[in-house]
């Protein structure tokens, strides 16, 4: 029963970022919003997740946000805190790791995703990580690095819907 009653928890939660994001429209940083919400109980409570957005138009691989279980934001609520979750968010020194890292695209340079994946994951020092890739708006393609790698059929559910969220937000 206990499983069943995580599930539904996980839904709603996920579930219910869409309309946040619609409340938070404009904000620059939604990516970290919506990333912290997915790490978080009860949804994927992964220790370490990172997105990354490859456009293979400009020939960029850009890392966007990175979250931290160590770091986690310490307010309950973060959609109702957007100054303090923001300046929490620009010192977190995984976060900071993440969108410092910049390569050439892997898609428009034809390179194979777990190859690279797995270096970028000794980059950022994520062990044990499992990886998405996915669609993302504007032609480009969306990636999210996390560990450890435990999910289940419904945890890969949850995270194809989460990095759909992800790749709706805008990326600066």
């Given amino acids: 029963m206990k499983k069943t009653h995580d599930h539904y928890e996980m839904l ?9 994001m619609i409340l938070t429209q404009g904000c620059e ?3 970290e919003f919506v990333l912290h919400e ?36 310490s307010h309950n609520n973060t959609w109702n805190n957007v ?14 790791s ?6 050439e695209s892997a898609a428009r340079n ?5 190859p690279y994946i797995n270096d970028l994951a ?3 020092t994520v062990h044990d990580h499992g990886w998405y890739v996915f669609s993302a708006k504007h032609g480009n393609t969306g990636l999210v690095i996390f560990t450890p790698n435990h999910l289940n059929d419904h945890g890969r559910m949850a995270l194809a819907a989460g990095a759909s969220l992800l790749g709706l937000c805008p990326v600066f």
Avoid: Y
């Fill in 83 to 96: 100054t303090d979750f923001s300046n929490h968010m620009k010192n977190a020194r995984f976060n900071q």
């Fill in 98 to 103: 993440i969108r410092s890292i910049s390569r």
């Fill in 122 to 124: 000794r980059t950022i």
């Fill in 110 to 114: 034809g390179n194979q995703w777990e």
């Fill in 12 to 20: 709603l939660k996920i579930g219910s970022i869409p309309e946040k």
């Fill in 38 to 73: 997915l790490c978080d109980e009860p949804c994927l409570a992964f220790d370490k997740m990172a997105f990354f957005i490859d456009n293979p138009d400009f020939n960029c691989f850009k890392g966007v946000v990175g979250v931290s279980h160590q770091e986690r934001f």
């Fill in 29 to 31: 940083n939604l990516a």
